[in-house]
């Protein structure tokens, strides 16, 4: 219940900030790429919606070096894998208005760009509440060592996150202000 209205509360101050905030600079996210001892081959973003911080441009620019992207795609039973995108390629919108690429092959992405309702200092993520990414991360996780990084606005902090055992933390979280 707690989880549920602090994603009500944290949903309010995104939607307001969201219109005049400026969004996350992309040379922190390449920073953070490169300081990987393995050089990361496959990036997993998200499609925006709902006031997110918008990827799109980072994602553009690292396709742009040469990086591969891959977005998700939801599946039944609170799933979802990432699959191969590029911005030239068509995206069809699923079930919950989100466009998505269509399906060719899993991608099990070496880092992941995660949206966020809200966050902590300790780097615990509030997502919407499904699963989705908690479930793709832990599946991710089974299959080789992934960088997780989040994306909020500062604003969108908070003090102390309840948490679960599900509940998967980020490696960083990156905002307009600053990098935790």
């Known amino acids: ?41 496959n990036i997993g973003g998200y499609f925006p919606v709902n006031n997110e911080i918008d990827d799109l441009e980072i994602l553009k620019k690292l396709e742009k070096k040469k990086y591969k992207i ?6 039944k039973n609170f799933d979802m894998d990432f699959y191969n995108f590029s ?3 068509p995206l069809i919108i699923n079930k919950y208005g989100i466009p998505e ?3 060719k092959s899993v991608v099990y ?3 992941i760009l995660v949206p966020m309702v809200g966050f902590d200092k300790s780097l615990n993520r509030l997502g919407y509440g499904g699963g989705y990414y908690d479930r793709v991360i832990e599946k991710l996780m089974k299959k080789k060592k992934i960088l997780k990084i989040g994306l909020a606005f500062s604003a969108q ?14 490696d960083y979280i990156v905002t307009e ?3 935790l």
């Open 101 to 103: 690429p269509q399906k």
């Open 70 to 75: 891959c977005l998700p795609v939801v599946k």
């Open 109 to 111: 992405p070496d880092i």
């Open 1 to 41: 219940m707690l989880k549920k209205k602090l994603r009500k509360k944290i949903l309010k101050i995104r939607k307001k900030i969201c219109l005049k905030s400026k969004n996350i600079d992309f040379t922190k996210i390449l920073h953070l790429i490169k300081k990987q001892k393995k050089n990361p081959k």
């Open 157 to 170: 902090q908070i003090n102390s996150l309840p948490i679960s055992k599900y509940d998967k933390k980020m």
């Open 87 to 89: 911005f030239d390629d």
């Open 177 to 179: 202000k600053y990098i």
